[in-house]
């Protein structure tokens, strides 16, 4: 499935910005079942400098130096990626208490067994998930029925929480969104010894039964990799959509947590109060053509 | 327990005896005097000690008058592990920001580097050059005979200046016994480490500031520390909000303008240094920092990732690595490390507590932790076993060896009291070069460094010290007379020194001349009209509040504000802490006695207010007050030098001064016409003026020739018209033939109070004129504080505060 995603951050301000920095993860990452056919980002005013490089989780970055005064700051990233649905989960897996084990000799993966700045330790969200975790049960099997039942009591509702939403919180409300969800199921895993990350990106919607879908609708998406022994890898679950991810998973990059990947973070000198606005589309798209034209579909 | 100076058949050490001699040379009860001198001279040096921030730091620090004598040999052989132990943690460093082999050979469990907060990811890729340029060692000698290592500091390498302050105490109160100890010279270390960061620099001497220090500021515990180093390193010392990275360079705020910085000595925690990409509060670090180190602009000694080398944890694992690294033997080895992750370790562990200290592995370090309380803790908490118990991987544990034990000061003898050692390093390129001295604490019982240390002699067979690159060629410097360098914050702190100090001395008089009044056996009706004037300027100076104004001759409430002004939470109490603030803050403007100057009487008449329990007391503590004002305007004249620093804190003086002459004309002419001459000799005694007046016109006091004195004469300092002359010049000199609006505005409110005073003087009614100037004077006064705020703006405040913006973007998700 070829899709194209067009992401658009427009920063409104009370006044003059005198300098700005900027950190992007807003380009897709090349992966085994995604790959970028294009991609671009522009922002207006032109930044100063620029620079772009993989960060330690070799993600796509990018950095945006403003230092003239600015009212507005608008940032689009436009992609054109061909992406396809991961293997399914292999017959076998480990059994979940040997993971942690498996994980400790692999660095790489390691490193996504411990809490991380937004992730501390909580029991709450161990238990949560503990019942699916039968002594001896194997890893995949556990997560299945996990993932499966995921939402059931828990509800999801725009507005309630924020980025900084900690994890007892969301328990306790039983009700956020992706990122909480993500945020919980990240830190319930861990806690049972199975590396966990987090994944930024999008996912396909679609409009309402007989309804046209609005340009800007869709939004960034968040979910969860897991990593299931050597033979599984990393396997890649939806909590919100309670679904193992599809082709119709679109992904930007991979931290510990939501701090790791932020789509734009700034650090400004004036401006005063702010408004934001982001936008993104993400349709499917023939192929190439659809970008030579240059016209984003659903504009 | 091992003696370093007495062996175990109670013989001296060689290295000891000549020390010994000369203690025998003194004259009776001498070391005790000595030991009064050292102490009484920390006492002058740590004299902002009044300060809560300064408090909190290092200033009760202790000298004991016997060094730590340490063979040359010996120390020679440390030196030299230390060096190796530098290398190893450097290329641990370059391993675990680069290939992580360390990690996936099993080498480092991951444990000490992923949940660390001092693993910086945006590091791992980009920043090329070393990690380590500086480095320190906390070292003690076990009951083996072996020196141990038990903690690594990269970032603080706190106590270095004390090195330098120690050995100038001692060679100054103990020359006899610094002549008689053939030691090691400190001084060219210092001078290698000044000359490596001029060559780290590069050719570019047009500016002074292509170094600089960076301090988490004034109310740090390390403050002094930074200060001196910075003189000492010749560099320029810098906050936070002093940088600024732009264009992929890091830049100096300076008043002429941004400078580019080539390194950047940091002392403060990596992990916050840059607010974009390594989170952390945006007022708190450099954003664009990192950006500026990868484009290879500017270099921090150390790297900003290199705390990581102070994990409680590594050296459980420094032999091995030794070994996979650099393929030899550890020469110096590390206080034994467990890790609890290795179930050998954690029996042994659990076999004998109490002979560790158990920490997190990963908890970046704050340099030596020999603190058994630490164990206490853990031991009086269940949880502390439990959470052992639940994650040994997270845990290291550091046995603690009895330190070995030199001789102290005690009563007037001797006595053995356990040591601890701390080393100093420095990477010169080519390979580590060790202080030929360093800092000794004297620690408790318990083997906790106490407040007391002592200065480090290594002894000298006579020979060449240093090794290190020759002399650098500098080409020959061209002649600069300004310093438009000053960095806008020191600016500003002077200029507010100059106005607080002056309104502590207008403040002070004010308030004399009041209690003066007051206190008179017998009140006159005049007296009782100059009490009311005088109120009006206290209501005006908010040093009373309006209900203190005496009413109907009741004046208790105005002696009880005028004594409460000085107790805590006064007017004039908090303008001293704000004086002796911002004197630490421009500390490294100033020469020790300048400083000694500045300090030491402020903080003896903010005593004397405070205890103040009378007018008696309290009248002569505002003549201290008055006089030192006085002193630091007599320091300031003759010790700096004219520009730079010196324009800034005299224009805040003359504002200052111009601002409260003003505001007191104002409201003592706010009088009948009747009473001018009374207004008018008031006056002439706020500005400190009857002697002069007397001298030229007796005692007859016309309003023409009092106003001439205190406005328009422009040779009278305490006179209006020569604080605007002068902050014309200054503020002149610093706009250097720049946009010339702010010495124009000064130039305006000279000519205005010029055309006052000729007012006056040709109107054939004197006392009316007189009278009808006040409010034009309380004009005046308020527009001097607008000049002032013209100056911040245009000088001091280059940028506003910086903000994160992004966080609050909420994600929401399909559903």
């Known amino acids: ?299 | 327990m091992r003696d370093e100076m007495v062996d175990g058949r109670g013989r001296v050490r060689a290295h000891w005896s000549a020390l010994l001699g000369s203690f025998h040379g003194l004259p009776e009860g001498g070391l005790l005097h000595r030991a009064r001198l050292l102490d009484r001279a920390f006492e002058e040096e740590g004299s902002a000690g009044f300060l809560p921030s300064a408090s909190r730091g290092k200033a009760s620090r202790r000298l004991d008058p016997v060094p730590l004598i340490m063979d040359g040999e010996e120390f020679d052989r440390l030196a030299e592990g230390l060096a190796q132990r530098a290398r190893l943690l450097e290329a641990v460093l370059a391993d675990l920001y680069g290939p992580q082999r360390l990690l996936a050979e099993g080498l480092v469990p991951p444990e000490l580097v992923f949940p660390n907060p001092a693993f910086l990811r945006p590091c791992r890729h980009g920043i090329s050059g070393r990690f380590l340029h500086a480095y320190a060692a906390d070292l003690l000698r076990g009951p083996d005979g072996a020196w141990r290592v038990t903690g690594d500091s990269v970032v603080a390498m706190d106590g270095f200046s004390q090195v330098y302050a120690n050995r100038s105490h001692m060679a100054r109160v103990l020359p006899e016994c610094a002549r008689a100890v053939q030691m090691r010279p400190i001084r060219p270390f210092l001078d290698l480490w000044r000359e490596l960061l001029q060559r780290a620099a590069g050719s570019e001497l047009s500016g002074a500031a292509t170094v600089a220090l960076l301090t988490p500021g004034v109310g740090h515990p390390d403050w002094a520390e930074h200060v001196t180093l910075a003189r000492e390193l010749s560099c320029a010392l810098a906050e936070v909000g002093d940088l600024s990275a732009r264009g992929g360079a890091l830049y100096l705020k300076t008043l002429r303008g941004l400078q580019p910085v080539r390194v950047l000595l940091s002392r403060l925690p990596g992990a916050s240094i840059d607010p974009l990409e390594l989170g952390g509060r945006p007022s708190q670090g450099i954003s664009g920092l990192l950006d500026a180190m990868r484009a290879g602009a500017v270099v921090l000694h150390n790297h900003p990732g290199a705390a990581l080398a102070e994990a409680p944890g590594l050296p459980a694992f420094l032999p091995s690595l030794s070994r996979a690294l650099l393929g030899e033997e550890p020469a110096l080895l590390s206080a034994e490390t467990l890790w609890l992750g290795d179930p050998a370790s954690l029996d042994r562990f659990r076999a004998a507590p109490d002979a560790f200290l158990p920490r997190p592995v990963a908890r970046p370090g704050a340099g030596p932790e020999t603190d058994p309380r630490g164990w206490a803790r853990i031991e009086a908490d269940p949880r502390g076993w439990a959470r052992i118990e639940a994650d040994p991987r997270g845990w290291a544990a550091t046995a603690l060896p009895q330190p070995s034990s030199a001789p102290s000061l005690a009563g007037d003898g001797l006595e053995p009291r356990p040591v601890v050692l701390r080393l100093y390093l420095l990477h010169d390129g080519a390979g580590w070069q060790c202080l030929s001295g360093g800092l000794a604490r004297v620690a408790d019982e318990n083997g906790r460094p106490t407040d007391l240390c002592k200065d480090v002699w290594v002894t000298s067979e006579d020979r060449a010290e240093i090794r290190g690159p020759g002399p650098l060629h500098i080409p020959a410097l061209s002649i600069r007379r300004t310093a438009g360098d000053l960095p806008s914050r020191v600016a500003d702190n002077l200029f507010w020194l100059g106005r607080y100090v002056e309104r502590l001395d207008d403040s002070a008089r004010l308030m004399r001349a009041t209690l003066t009044r007051l206190n008179r056996a017998t009140v006159l009706p005049r007296d009782l009209a100059e009490v009311a004037s005088l109120s009006r300027c206290l209501l005006d100076a908010r040093l009373i509040q309006a209900e203190d104004v005496p009413s109907s001759g009741n004046d208790s409430a105005l002696r009880r504000a005028l004594l409460a002004a000085g107790k805590e939470g006064g007017r004039v109490h908090r303008l001293t802490g704000e004086v002796a603030r911002l004197v630490e803050a421009t500390r490294d403007r100033l020469t020790g006695d300048m400083h000694a100057a500045f300090t030491l009487p402020l903080r003896d008449t903010r005593a004397a207010l405070m205890e103040a329990d009378g007018p008696a007391a309290l009248g002569a503590a505002l003549g201290w007050l008055v006089r030192y004002a006085s002193g630091v305007a007599g320091v300031a004249a003759e010790n700096m030098v004219r520009g730079g620093a010196h324009t800034f804190l005299d224009l805040g003086r003359r504002l200052e001064r111009g601002t409260s002459i003003a505001a007191l004309l104002g409201n003592v002419l706010k009088e009948p016409p009747a009473r001018i001459e009374s207004a008018l000799s008031l006056a002439l005694e706020l500005c400190d003026s009857v002697i002069t007046y007397r001298s030229r016109y007796l005692n007859v006091v016309q309003p023409a020739p009092a106003l001439d004195l205190v406005m328009a004469d422009p040779a009278n300092p305490r006179g209006l018209v020569f604080q605007f002359a002068a902050a014309e010049e200054l503020l002149a000199r610093v706009e250097g033939g720049g946009d010339p609006s702010l010495s124009a505005w000064a130039r305006r409110l000279r000519l205005e109070v010029e055309a006052m005073a000729a007012e006056v003087a040709g109107s054939a009614e004197g006392a009316a004129a007189a009278a009808a100037l006040s409010p034009r004077l309380l004009a005046v006064e308020h527009a001097v504080g607008d000049l002032s705020d013209a100056i911040g703006r245009r000088y001091f405040t280059l940028l506003a505060a910086p903000r994160l913006l992004g966080v609050d973007t909420v994600e929401r998700g399909a559903a």
């Open chain 1, 1 to 299: 499935m070829i899709y194209r995603v067009r992401h658009v951050t427009d920063y409104t301000y009370e006044s003059a910005v005198e300098m700005a920095t900027h950190l992007l993860h807003l380009s897709p990452r090349p992966l085994a079942r995604q790959r970028v056919l294009a991609t671009s980002l522009v922002s207006d005013p032109a930044p100063t400098r620029r620079a772009e490089e993989q960060d330690h989780f070799g993600n796509p970055t990018a950095w945006l130096y403003l230092e003239d005064p600015h009212k507005r700051f608008v940032v689009t990233a436009d992609s054109l990626v061909e992406v396809t649905a991961p293997p399914p989960l292999p017959q076998e897996t480990p059994p979940w208490e040997a993971i942690r084990g498996a994980a400790l000799t692999r660095p790489e993966v390691a490193e996504f067994l411990f809490p991380s700045p937004s992730l501390p330790p909580v029991e709450a969200a161990r238990a949560f998930f503990a019942p699916h975790f039968t002594p001896g049960r194997p890893a995949g099997e556990a997560v299945v029925e996990m993932i499966a039942h995921f939402r059931e009591g828990m509800a999801f509702r725009a507005g309630v929480t924020t980025v900084s939403t900690p994890v007892e919180e969301v328990l306790r409300r039983r009700e956020g969104v992706c990122q909480d969800f993500a945020h919980l199921m990240i830190t319930g895993l861990r806690m049972l010894g199975i590396p966990a990350r987090y994944v930024s990106g999008y996912i396909r919607t679609r409009p309402p039964p007989g309804g046209v879908k609005r340009a800007g609708s869709d939004q960034s998406h968040a979910w969860v990799a897991a990593w299931l022994g050597a033979e599984a890898g990393w396997v890649e679950m939806d909590p919100t959509n309670s679904l193992f991810v599809t082709e119709e998973h679109v992904l930007l990059g991979w931290g510990r947590d939501f701090g790791d990947v932020s789509p734009l973070l700034g650090v400004i000198l004036g401006g005063g109060r702010h408004t934001v606005h982001v936008g993104v589309d993400m349709d499917e798209a023939a192929g190439h053509e659809a970008w030579a034209e240059g016209s984003a579909p659903g504009r």
